[in-house]
């Protein structure tokens, strides 16, 4: 199996047991997700999720041809990484022992994070960018003793004029 990553971009009815259906389908074709994000849109009645799964080409378009199929789902597609707008939250609590601090944030400065919490023990920085960004910011705290993180997964949109929401352009791929 090829093990590529490929982003899904769907919008959903906002209703309960949505999320169930969907991730159900990628359990019953034994397909990891690897990183799904959900959050409301600009009509109150829809969803986008946004969802990371490994496979080749033909699996992928048979996920969507399947995702497009449920009736819960109004629109989905797989964004291109070069026409989309790619961004993951990441949290990291890391060992903060005061002779280290000034070394932890000018890490934190070169990667533009923020330090939103600071105790006599740790630091914990926020960071917002590409998941290439994230990677690299985990790996450089490593140093520094990562006491706890948690990301958000990836989100993502569709750069330009185009817009995945149209019901005509149902499991079109974007």
Known sequence: MNNDRHIISA???????????????FAR???????LTTCA??????????IVVRGDENDIKQI?????KLPDCRM????????AVLRELLLIKVQA????????????????????????????????????KIDGFV????AYNILELSRTGLTAVERGGSVLNSEENKTETV
Do not use: F, W
């Not at 919008?11 to 389908?25: D, W």
């Not at 022992?97 to 000034?102: I, S």
């Open 76 to 83: 989905t597609g797989e964004l291109s990484v070069n026409r």
């Open 11 to 25: 919008l959903v009815t906002n209703e309960s047991g949505v999320l169930t259906r969907i991730s159900g389908l």
């Open 29 to 35: 074709r034994c397909y990891n997700i690897d990183s």
């Open 139 to 142: 790996e450089v705290m490593k």
């Open 64 to 68: 969507v041809l399947q995702l497009g």
């Open 41 to 50: 849109t600009e009509h109150p009645e829809y969803s986008r999720m946004t």
């Open 97 to 132: 022992d005061p002779e280290k601090r000034a070394e932890i944030e000018t890490v934190c400065r070169t990667y533009e994070a923020k330090i939103v919490d600071l105790s006599p023990e740790s630091m914990v920085a926020e960071l917002t960018g590409k998941p290439s």
